[in-house]
């Protein structure tokens, strides 16, 4: 029982260079999510999924771009990776209730975090 | 915008001791709330949530929390830590219909 899987789990990259980390969920699930962790503040979206072929911004959208061309897969791309990126990004992934409005009932499934270092 | 606001970057505790980790959330809508735990080198799981109903919220590994409306706090406590508490905890408050919005964590110390 996989959950979200995401890889690469360690990369090193130098300033310009591009990147992109894929997140896979088996569980069947409409929304995907990917997250930044930086020390002292916490988990802040970058973009998220609330379906296959959606995609919106976060509140740090800047400098990444995503894809959601399956329902099971979300990718989170660097164009041109600068040191400020250097981070741990989580994917997560939920369900709906599947009411009237597809309400999230807010329980994410996280993966294991990839560690993105920019030189 | 809803938001949460988590006292305290680092709360240390002796093994035994009541475990309070503090909350407080603003919300302009009624509040969906949450609290998740991150263990070491791993991603973040699900501790307990307050959608609607009782105040008091049961959740995993012996925590609990309580929705006070009138003090907007949702703090999360246990009775009693033990050494496998040790973690870093996370607030957080559902956004709109489908993001949550976290807190910037607390990291729990436990001493025997």
């Known amino acids: 029982n996989a959950g979200v899987t995401q890889t690469p789990k360690f990369r090193v990259l130098k300033t310009g260079q591009s990147m992109t980390l894929l997140c896979a969920q088996d569980m069947n699930h409409e929304y995907m999510y990917w997250y930044r962790q930086d020390p002292g503040m916490g988990l802040r979206l970058i973009h998220y999924?609330?379906?296959?072929?959606?995609?919106a911004k976060g509140e740090v959208p800047d400098g990444y771009n995503v894809s959601r061309l399956k329902k099971q897969n979300f990718l989170l791309g660097l164009e041109s990776a600068a040191p400020s990126q250097t981070s741990v990004y989580f994917c997560?992934?939920?369900?709906?209730?599947?009411?009237?409005?597809?309400?999230?009932?807010?329980?994410?499934?996280f993966g294991e975090g990839s560690r993105l270092t920019v030189l | 915008a809803q938001s949460v606001t988590q006292l305290g970057s680092h709360v240390s505790v002796s093994e035994g001791a009541l475990v309070l980790l503090r909350c407080n959330y603003s919300?302009?809508?009624?509040?969906?709330l949450f609290w998740y735990v991150q263990y070491p080198n791993q991603g973040l799981q699900l501790l307990l949530k307050y959608t609607t109903g009782a105040t008091l919220v049961k959740g995993i590994n012996g925590f609990e929390a309580e929705f006070k409306k009138s003090e907007t706090s949702f703090h999360l406590t246990k009775p009693s830590a033990h050494m496998s508490d040790a973690a870093e905890y996370f607030c957080?408050?559902?956004?709109?219909?489908?993001?949550?919005?976290f807190g910037k964590g607390t990291m729990l110390l436990v001493s025997p």
């Open positions: 957080a408050v559902r956004t709109g219909y489908s993001t949550l919005t």
């Open positions: 997560a992934s939920s369900y709906t209730l599947g009411l009237a409005g597809g309400q999230n009932t807010g329980e994410l499934f």
């Open positions: 999924s609330v379906g296959e072929g959606t995609t």
């Open positions: 919300s302009s809508v009624p509040p969906y």
